[in-house]
């Protein structure tokens, strides 16, 4: 069964750094691209990063060059980003997602970034 | 990197079909047959549905199909259902290894 697990979620200060983690089993890491994804409150669906299988095509959203890094460790089967100078309109549900046709066609559960003082 | 436009909500009574707009731009939606529709319940994930603007994935009923003319792609879903309600959300490949987002619809089942 397919399962892609997050974890690293936390509440935290402006200004500060979190790393997020995605543990994935169920079909083949490294035969996929995968990517990060938000949804703040109560509100939208918006891309954050992804990176292909060997990790040589990677991109941001705007809204977070610079200051978000994501990277992939396929012998570990996990997904990362590296979150730094966190704003409170990061605050979101962080989704992985695994990719498949330039779609998102597996996510998991999410995991909750609070950005406050 | 803009969003994608859709209406905020639609509704339909069940049997009914109803169409989601996802209006973009000839960097994104115009140029390539590259996007996909989400289904989201409260407190669930999403859930692709559409993928290379019509394609369905296994599972995906066939009562959900997808179509593109110039910048703007369409989610009909027909004989809808109870279990349809939900937000619906129409992503595109935006070159360069980026993707946007539509600001989501509500769909509504009378």
């Known amino acids: 069964e397919m399962q892609l697990v997050e974890s690293g979620g936390a509440l935290v200060q402006p200004g500060r750094s979190l790393r997020l983690s995605c543990a994935a089993s169920g079909f083949t890491f490294d035969d996929y691209a995968m990517h990060w994804l938000r949804q703040a409150p109560g509100k939208g669906l918006e891309w954050v990063s992804g990176?292909?299988?060997?990790?040589?095509?990677?991109n941001y959203a705007d809204s977070v060059k610079g200051r978000f890094t994501i990277s992939r460790d396929n012998a570990k089967n996990s997904l990362y980003l590296q979150m730094n100078s966190l704003r409170v309109e990061d605050m979101a549900l962080y989704y992985c997602?695994?990719?498949?046709?330039?779609?998102?066609?597996?996510w998991g559960r999410g995991t909750m970034v609070t950005v406050s003082s | 990197q803009s969003a994608l436009a859709q209406p905020r909500s639609v509704s339909g009574s069940p049997g009914q079909s109803v169409t989601i707009s996802c209006a973009g731009t000839?960097?994104?939606?115009?140029?390539?047959?590259?996007v996909s529709w989400y289904q989201q319940h409260p407190g669930q994930a999403p859930k692709l549905m559409i993928y290379?603007?019509?394609e369905r994935p296994s599972g995906v009923p066939d009562r959900f199909s997808g179509s593109k003319s110039g910048n703007t792609a369409s989610l009909t879903i027909s004989g809808l259902q109870a279990e349809d309600e939900a937000d619906y959300y129409c992503c595109s490949y935006a070159g360069s290894y980026t993707w946007v987002f539509g600001g989501g619809t509500k769909l509504t089942v009378l």
């Open positions: 997602a695994k990719a498949s046709r330039d779609a998102f066609d597996f």
């Open positions: 990176i292909n299988w060997n990790s040589a095509s990677i």
């Open positions: 290379d603007v019509n």
């Open positions: 000839s960097s994104d939606v115009g140029t390539h047959n590259y």
